[in-house]
């Protein structure tokens, strides 16, 4: 046991009461319209993790693990490959994030669903879950690390940590030791095995490593709950000590995030879900440069210069001027607003290698100018646009699409679902696939998902 167990005085027993909760909360008593945008977020998930499973940063991931790979139980959403169910976790958390497609808190940039639907599906492979039990966990692990996120965000976050790896490691941590039966006291030791090894930095961004964050915290996470349960201890204090999680990696904490209202204020159902693939900060951006070439037309041809006024924080996220390759694209304002310019997109297709390197997508991205103004809002965007001839068009954007204040509706899930889906598994898999995820409490066995995200000649061809 750690011999610096003291805490500040007034400070709660925060690692104490957020376990008890985790592990003592049952699925009747999370609201429906918890569990139902608990379930769009599995949904969006699922796509999300399908929809990168071929991408080059995966291809390379499973040629440096697979070697070391356990038995393997578990699925590689979207391909026949299985793994272990921490190496399978890995893989899927990469997969989910790896075109930056996925769900948002917005009040702390988390991608909560990553680390957590990660690990659980891994391990329902291996362990057998039921739907209805398999999101009530994606709910309190989601929960915890969101309720954690807000305690150190945003001291925490402007340190360089990349939060999504460094609170989802709980999160994949609770959810897991949720659905494995962990008592109070192991849970607790859960969360600090789950503390000692939060990590991420941000620096990392516009690189394959980005999305290493939630898949090694889904590992991380799982590892820790698996850990717990055969009592391996750890501190019991690992969020709020002096030398703990929250001490050390932020400047300030607000305890009251996490544990006030437990069970009442619900963090999980904030979620956003993205319609742009990229950076959260430059979605009205896009958004605004789509509705601006629809209202322009052929003029879009004759723009002499753009200048955006935005929060600083967008360009602190995705300052990049010149990106090289579609994932430093994902983090260049400049690059997002020539390809929603010229191309009307904001999807995948507008963050290839081949895409931030095309000529007429260079050359606007040379005329943009962006002005870091305090007093707009890091969720709204004013863009100006010069003509050749002197002549000028403005856009606002308030809020912009996927936002909690313009929702994407369950259609427009579906949508983004079906056309990530359909490039790597093809049309009949991602529609028998998107009507099982729907159906997730209704599963007797969870894994069916996983089961669903093979191709059929794939299937085949690793059963032979």
Known sequence: MSLHQETAPGVPQVTQILADWAVNIKGADIPDEVRREGLRTFVNWTGCAVGGARHETIDRALAAVR???GKATSTVLGRSDRLDPLHAALLNGISSHVL?????????????????ASALLALAEMRPIS????????????????RIGNCVYPHHYDRGWHITGTVGVFGAAAAVGKVIGLSSRQMRWAFGIAATQSSGLREMFGTMTKSFHPGRAAQNGMFAALLAEADYDSSERAIEAPRGFANVMSDEQNYAEIVDDLGTRWEAALNSYKPFACGIVIHPTI????????ELGGRIKAIRSVTLKTHPLVLELTGKRTPKTGLEGKFSVYHAAAAALLRGDGGPLAFTDELVNEAD??????TITVMADPACHEASVDIHITFEDGSTATKHVERAIGS???????????????NQSVPVVG??????????????????????????????????????
């Open 67 to 69: 070697p070391f790979s």
């Open 100 to 116: 930056d497609y996925d769900d948002t808190h917005l009040k702390t940039i988390i991608h909560p669903a990553g680390p957590v």
């Open 131 to 146: 739907g209805r039990d398999l999101l009530t966990a994606l709910i309190v692990g989601i929960e915890a690390e969101c």
């Open 287 to 294: 958004d605004g440069c789509i509705q601006l070439r629809e």
């Open 361 to 366: 997508i260079i050359a606007l991205r040379n």
């Open 404 to 418: 909690r204040d313009v929702p994407l509706t369950d259609a427009q899930i579906d949508r983004k679902f079906v």
């Open 427 to 464: 049309k009949a898999v991602t529609e028998g696939l998107l009507k099982t995820v729907w159906n997730l409490e209704q599963l007797a066995d969870a894994a069916e998902v996983a089961r669903a995200s093979v191709p059929d000649n794939e299937e085949k061809a690793a059963a032979e």
